[in-house]
């Protein structure tokens, strides 16, 4: 059983940048695909980006945040990252790793994601 928690959250000023960690624990996190997702308040879940794994690792992103947010990955210590640069008020949020094997047209669906972390709070204020 995978167990996810995330870390990095914190209050930054607009234009500020912030790295977010998933750590895993339990099971072969290597094979998962692992997917960010964000929940503003009063809001309902929303994708942020997606690491496939299918052979090698693909990336997709949100519309929102392609050219200013990067995922990556290391195996060896079984940890997703999520680079953000240029964040906005509206980044602001609680920010989710999740990790499944959903098929490439439900990636950027949350209800075929098995496992789930806690979530970290990112807050973007001046």
């Known amino acids: 059983q995978v167990q996810l928690a995330e870390s990095g959250g914190g209050l930054v000023q607009p234009g500020g940048s912030l790295r977010l960690s998933c750590t895993a624990s339990?099971?072969?996190?290597?094979?998962?695909?692992v997917a960010w997702f964000r929940q503003a308040p009063g809001k309902g879940r929303e994708f942020v980006g997606v690491v496939r794994k299918s052979g090698g690792n693909t990336y997709y992103y949100a519309d929102s945040v392609k050219g200013r947010f990067t995922i990556s990955r290391e195996d060896a210590k079984n940890t997703v990252y999520l680079q953000m640069f240029g964040l906005t008020p509206e980044d602001t949020g609680l920010y989710y790793c999740?990790?499944?094997?959903?098929?490439?047209?439900?990636?950027?669906?949350?209800?075929?994601?098995?496992?789930w972390g806690q979530g970290t709070q990112v807050t973007v204020s001046s």
């Open positions: 339990g099971g072969t996190f290597s094979q998962y695909t």
């Open positions: 999740a990790a499944g094997r959903p098929i490439l047209s439900a990636l950027r669906d949350e209800t075929v994601y098995r496992h």
